[in-house]
T-cell receptor, first 112, second 111 residues
Framework: DAKTTQPPSMDCAEGRAANLPCNHSTISGNEYVYWYRQIHSQGPQYIIHGLKNNETNEMASLIITEDRKSSTLILPHATLRDTAVYYCIVMYSGGGADGLTFGKGTHLIIQP | DTAVSQTPKYLVTQMGNDKSIKCEQNLGHDTMYWYKQDSKKFLKIMFSYNNKELIINETVPNRFSPKSPDKAHLNLHINSLELGDSAVYFC??????????FGPGTRLTVT
C-alpha cells in the first residue's frame, strides 16, 4: 500500500538539473512530503521536506503542486556524486514514532 | 563527530548463533529506530523506541529484540540467527519527526 509512486530509474547529464517526480495523490492535509537518498552502501540521507510551499536548501529544491498530489525534487547542478536512489515519502508531522516507510525509489544515474 | 554510529560494520556468523549490533547517537534525539535492508534493497522499519515505548513492526520475528540502556543507545539483539536474516541493518534517530539521521549500516551475513 505504497503512498507514493516514483519512476524506477532516471538519467541526467552531469551539470544539468535533475528533476525527480513523485506522485502522492492520496496525501492528506497534515502529511508532509519528505525526500531521502541512499548512495550506494551508505545509510539513507535526508534531503528536504515540505507541506505545501516550495522549499529550498543547500542540497535541493522541492516543488509541491497546488493540489499537493505530486511533487518534484530538483538537484540544480547534478554531479556524479548525486548518483543514488531517491525516495519520496509522505508522513504526518507527528508520525516520527512510526518510522519512515520507504518505497522502491528512483535510481538516479548522473552521466559524465 | 559521527551523529549515528553502529558497530560492527560487518558481521559474519553461523546459523543458530546469537549476535548483537550496537547503535549510538549523539544528537540528543528522543526516538531511535532499526531498519532492515534486504538483498533486493528494500528498506523496512523494524522497531522504533521512544521514552521507553517500543513500537514493533508486526512482521519482525521475536528472535529480534532491541535493548536501550539509555536514551543515546539502541542495540539490536538477534537470537538463533537464520540464513534469511542476512541483510544490512541501519540504525537511525530523530526528534520524533520525519527527519531522521541514519547510521552507516551493519552488513550481517549468516552462513
Amino acid at each position: 500500500d505504497a503512498k507514493t509512486t516514483q519512476p524506477p530509474s532516471m538519467d541526467c547529464a552531469e551539470g544539468r538539473a535533475a528533476n525527480l517526480p513523485c506522485n502522492h495523490s492520496t496525501i492528506s492535509g497534515n502529511e508532509y512530503v519528505y525526500w531521502y537518498r541512499q548512495i550506494h552502501s551508505q545509510g539513507p540521507q535526508y534531503i528536504i521536506h515540505g507541506l505545501k510551499n516550495n522549499e529550498t536548501n543547500e542540497m535541493a529544491s522541492l516543488i509541491i503542486t497546488e493540489d499537493r498530489k505530486s511533487s518534484t525534487l530538483i538537484l540544480p547542478h547534478a554531479t556524479l556524486r548525486d548518483t543514488a536512489v531517491y525516495y519520496c515519502i509522505v508522513m504526518y508531522s507527528g508520525g516520527g514514532a512510526d518510522g519512515l516507510t520507504f518505497g522502491k525509489g528512483t535510481h538516479l544515474i548522473i552521466q559524465p | 563527530d559521527t551523529a549515528v554510529s553502529q558497530t560492527p560494520k560487518y558481521l559474519v556468523t553461523q546459523m543458530g548463533n546469537d549476535k548483537s549490533i550496537k547503535c549510538e547517537q549523539n544528537l540528543g534525539h528522543d526516538t531511535m529506530y532499526w531498519y532492515k535492508q534486504d538483498s533486493k534493497k528494500f528498506l523496512k522499519i523494524m522497531f522504533s523506541y521512544n521514552n521507553k515505548e517500543l513500537i514493533i513492526n508486526e512482521t519482525v520475528p521475536n528472535r529480534f529484540s532491541p535493548k536501550s540502556p539509555d536514551k543515546a543507545h539502541l542495540n539490536l539483539h538477534i537470537n538463533s540467527l537464520e540464513l534469511g536474516d542476512s541483510a544490512v541493518y541501519f540504525c537511525a534517530s530523530s526528534q520524533g519527526s520525519g527527519r531522521a539521521y541514519f547510521g552507516p549500516g551493519t552488513r550481517l551475513t549468516v552462513t
